[in-house]
Structure formats: C-alpha cells, structure tokens
C-alpha cells in the first residue's frame, strides 16, 4: 500500500493541516510520500521531509505550480498516480479544489471530508451539515480523500528527514487558467483552523467597526482567533475567510465563544465538536444555547467589555 | 453565449434531518424539498448574464427523480429559458452526474457552465470539479464575483486565506459560492410562465452513462449528541467556571 498526499501550504512553509492529514494517511497504513506542488517551494519541502512517518517528498516545481491552479495541478497529480493506491490531501479549499478533479481524471468517486479511517477502504464522513455521518467503503481501484483535519492531531517530527525527490511538472492544463492575485486578510492572530480558542460574532454585532472594537480585545486578551457567522460576513463585518459553518471553515478549538450568534445548523455545522462552547445572546431560546457548556443570556455590547476588564 | 446550469432537489435546509433508527439512511418521507441553495445562486448569476446581454440562453438541467421537476420549474420561474430532466431515481454520485452533465454539453454546447459549489445534503463538493475534468476546460471553484470580457472570466474566488482572483479561458466551469448574488425570489406571473416553459426528459441510456454507484454506504449514524450545559448569571461566574470547572483559559 502506498498514498501519495498532497500537501497544503504556501511555498515558504507548511501548513499544519498537512500534518493532520499525515496523520489520517497512517491510519490507512502504507508508506506515505507527500508533494510538494509549487514554485520555490524548497522551504515547504524541507518541513515536509522532516515529518515522522514520511518515506520521501515529491517536489514539482513551475511556474503554473504557484498557486496550485487546478488544472495543472491535477494534470502532475494523475501523472504521478499509477505508483499509488491511494491519494489523500486535506479538505482545504486548494484540496476542494483539486482533488475532484483527481477523482474524475482517474475515473474514481472521491470520498470527501473524512472525519475518521474506519478501514483501508471504509470511511466517515458527515452529510447533512453534520447531522448524519455515513460511513462509506468505496470498491475502486484506487482511493481518492479529503481529510477534514479539524478531528486529527498532527504528526511529530522524524528522527532523520525523509529524502527529497524532484520530478518534472507536465505542461498540461497549465493554459486553461491564470492566476491573477491573492487578496489574503493579514492578522497577527491565530489561524481559525489552528487556534486553541476563538472568539466569534454575528449579526448582533452591527457593522464592521463594532465586530472588531468589542471581538478583538477579548480575543487579544485570550490569544484567540476570531471567527464569524455567515450573517456577519455577508453584512460585511468580517472577510469572508472568518466564516465558520457548513460552508466556512470547519473549527474544533478548546473554547469557542459565540457571540450574538443564533446557532443555526449551518453555522453549528462547523463549530459543534469544539470542546467547550459559550453562547452570549439575549435569546434565552436561541438554538445555540442547546449546545454551549456555558451561557449568559445578556447584551453582548456589555458582556464582552466586562470580560476583557476581568481578564 | 449558451450558459448551462445544473441544479439539485435536496432537503430544503431549514429542515433539521433525522436519521433512520436502523442506520440505513435519512428519513426523507414528507420532508420539505428545494433547490440546492447554492444551485439558486448559479441560476441567478445565468439569469443576470442574460439581462445584461452576455449570455442569449439559460438552460437549467437537473439529474433526479420525477419531482426534480419542481426545481426545474422553480429555474425556469427565475429566468431560465428551458430545461432538461435526466430521471433517475435514488441517490447518483458526483461522478456519475459529471458524466451525464458531459453529455449534456456535448448536444447543447454551452460557452460556460456555473454549478453551485456543493449539494447540501451529500455536501460533497466534486461534481463542477468533475464535470471540467471530463471536458478538458477550465475551472473556477467558490466563486464570489465573475467578471466576463473578451473570451475570458475573471472569477475572484474565496479560499482559505481570503479571496483569489485568477482568469480562465472560456468555456468554462464555475462553481457559485453563497456571495456571488443574492437570488431573486420567482415573481407569480413567472412562475406562471414558467409552465409553459419547454422542459426536456432524458435518461442515462440517452447519454450512454452507467449511473450504478462506487462508494458503498454501509450505515449512516447519529452524530455525537451534544447536550445543553448551564446557564451562569455573571460574567466572574462565566470566567471562573472557564478557568476552573473546563480548565480553558
Ligand atoms: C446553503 C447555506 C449555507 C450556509 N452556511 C453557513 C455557514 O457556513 N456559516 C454560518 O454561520 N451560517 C451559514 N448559513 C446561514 C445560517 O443559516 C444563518 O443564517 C446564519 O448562521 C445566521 O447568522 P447569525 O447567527 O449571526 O444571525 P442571526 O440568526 O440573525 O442571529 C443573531 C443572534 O444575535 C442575537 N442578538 C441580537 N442582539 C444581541 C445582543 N445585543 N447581544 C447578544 N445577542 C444578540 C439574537 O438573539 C440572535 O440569536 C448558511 C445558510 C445556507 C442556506
């Protein structure tokens, strides 16, 4: 058995959900390489290698390779594919990205957002917005993942880095589409994805200025990442890469603070496994109430001053 | 310019599901049904091409059962000019609907193909991904904004770390993100109307597709109950219980 993951990062370093998904991958069993897709991506590579469980790093680098572009990315990955029996990456929006097409070049169904390897070839992973989870065995020839990596720890580091090999990227796909620029929210804070807490507003709120006056000098205090529901991003009061829910990122922090948030099944969809939730909202029967560990039913516009006081 | 549009019936997603006692699925029976919400965005960012003189014609396509009709319908109320119903029923794969959607534009040969990003309720996020692997064409995923000019989209898309733009050669395939539009809601005098629309029938064996699945579902389970904690009366309380009781800060 060997699986090929295709690793999530941003040329100069690796992100931490590769090595969630390094830890899914050893679940299935089988020695693992990871690529390394991009362009002056030794930095990535290098933190790659140096990975407990990792037999070598594939790295490809071009110029079309960049910014992962899914077609020629896809094109590298199926090229690479006939070595493997199976193809995991996490469930990032670059993985989102690729993978299908992965999937349908080899003519293979991809299983999408694993949340736990039940077998080889037996996974869960949740529909419904989490409200049921299915457990799904695929007969294909070969596997095709994404890992949901918020329910992996990641994997430590190797006692010796695992050997780095280059391969040529094909040309292919490279064509069909240009990268442009990324307009990526620059904060000294936590990732969402990473961050042991997070602090998080909704429509409440009101406007951009006091999402970030009342969320951000509790979530300085607490070193947390702030978050957002999608009320709170579509009204424009947070980037719409603070978006937590169904269709957001999906977290599972040790404290997850909701603030003026109503709980809907979209937005629990992304929070619900968090360890410890607090709900603060006027609604003494707002549906986020039945799944905090905690909650103060008030005016968040005084709650959360008077928690950066008491901090 | 021809802009194709699939869409799904999925649980409407103000329903909160139940999962069946015996773990063989979802209990469907007399359960609100709908568009894909993200399917509505793609059919209203169609429609709007066609006011604004880009695209000539929308076609709606969706692979379901017989009451797929009904999401159809609702397309052709929003603007859409025809549809076609491939019938199948039971649940159909990603892959399967990428196959049949090939077909699709092999016959109608449309310059751009805008899906919803993903289903509600499979939420698996694969079949626009599919459906421009099958063709060779471009693909833009999770789009907020689509700009079309001289043969080209510039598709600013939302990803992990805020918002990417990248330009794709026409045709192509776009996957809708919930910020790209707000749907109009269908006004009564179209919905009326859009009975009178042209909507097409097909099957799998029209497009000789094999929609039998890969993946095979063994169970579907409850997730992990999550029970109401307490309620405390002051913020000391709130931080004392965070820091004593949970140990979290
Ligand atoms: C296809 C689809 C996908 C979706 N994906 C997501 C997703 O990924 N993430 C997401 O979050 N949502 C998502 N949604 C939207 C979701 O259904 C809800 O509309 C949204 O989560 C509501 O956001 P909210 O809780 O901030 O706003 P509301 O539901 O309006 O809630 C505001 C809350 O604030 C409380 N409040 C008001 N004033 C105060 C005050 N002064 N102090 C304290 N509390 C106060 C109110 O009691 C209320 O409970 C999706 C919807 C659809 C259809």
């Keep these: ?311 | 310019m021809k802009v194709l549009v699939p869409v799904k019936r999925v649980v409407d997603h103000n329903v909160k599901i139940r999962v069946k006692a015996d773990g063989s699925g979802v209990d469907l029976a007399n359960v609100k049904m709908s568009m894909n919400p993200f399917d509505e965005i793609a059919i209203e960012e169609a429609v709007r091409l066609k006011e604004a003189g880009t695209a000539d014609e929308v076609i709606a396509v969706s692979v379901g059962p017989a009451q797929a009709q009904d999401v159809l319908r609702t397309a052709l109320a929003m603007g859409a000019d025809r549809a076609i119903l491939i019938t199948v029923d039971g649940a159909v794969e990603p892959l399967a609907v990428a196959k049949l959607l090939k077909g699709v534009v092999a016959t109608e040969e449309p310059g751009l193909v805008i899906l919803g990003k993903q289903a509600i309720d499979d939420d698996c996020n694969q079949t626009g991904q599919m459906l421009s692997a099958l063709l060779g064409w471009s693909q833009a995923t999770f789009a907020s904004e689509i700009v079309l000019a001289g043969g080209k989209a510039k598709v600013t898309r939302e990803v992990d770390g805020g918002l990417q733009a990248i330009e794709v050669a026409l045709p192509a395939i776009v996957t809708a993100d919930l910020r790209l539009n707000e749907p109009r809601y269908a006004s009564l005098p179209n919905i009326m109307k859009a009975k009178k629309k042209p909507l097409d029938s097909k099957t799998p064996e029209d497009f000789g597709v094999t929609v039998a699945p890969r993946l095979s579902v063994l169970r579907v389970e409850e997730p992990a109950a999550r029970t109401a904690g307490i309620k405390v009366g002051s913020v000391a309380e709130l931080l004392d219980k965070l820091k004593t009781e949970a140990g979290v800060i």
């Design chain 1, 1 to 311: 058995m060997a699986i090929l993951l295709f690793a999530d990062h941003d040329n100069a370093a690796l992100s931490e959900q590769t090595a969630k998904t390094l830890t899914a991958a050893s679940q299935i069993g089988g020695e693992v390489d990871i690529l390394i897709a991009g362009q002056n991506a030794g930095g990535a590579a290098a933190e790659a290698a140096s990975l407990a469980g990792v037999r070598s790093v594939i790295l490809a680098e071009a110029e079309a390779l960049e910014h992962r572009l899914a077609e020629p990315t896809a094109a590298l990955i199926v090229a690479l594919a006939a070595d493997y029996d199976s193809i995991i990456a996490p469930a990032t929006t670059t993985g989102k990205n690729v993978m299908p097409r992965v999937a349908a070049l080899l003519d293979v169904m991809q299983i999408s957002e694993v949340i736990e390897v039940v077998a080889a070839d037996t996974f869960k992973r949740p529909i419904y917005a989490g409200n049921a989870i299915e457990v799904v065995q695929s007969t294909e020839a070969k596997t095709v993942l994404t890992v949901r990596t918020a329910g992996f720890a990641a994997a430590g580091a190797a006692e010796a880095a695992a050997p780095v090999k280059t391969v040529e990227a094909t040309a292919e796909g490279a064509d069909l589409s240009r990268f442009l620029e990324n307009t990526l929210s620059q904060s000294d804070r936590p990732e969402l994805n990473a961050a042991k807490i997070i602090v998080s507003g909704g429509r409440a709120l009101g406007s951009d200025e006091k999402f970030r006056e009342l969320l951000n000098p509790v979530a300085d205090k607490l070193g947390a990442a702030v978050g957002a529901s999608r009320a709170a991003v579509d009204s424009g009061y947070a980037p719409n890469d603070l978006q937590v829910g169904q269709t957001g990122k999906i977290v599972a922090p040790d404290l997850y603070v909701a603030c003026g948030i109503s709980g809907a099944i979209q937005h629990l969809a992304g929070m619900k496994d968090s360890k410890v939730i607090v709900a603060i909202n006027t609604d003494e029967e707002a549906p986020i109430f039945q799944v905090a560990d905690y909650g103060i039913v008030g005016d968040l516009f005084e709650i959360l001053p008077e928690i950066e006081r008491q901090l």
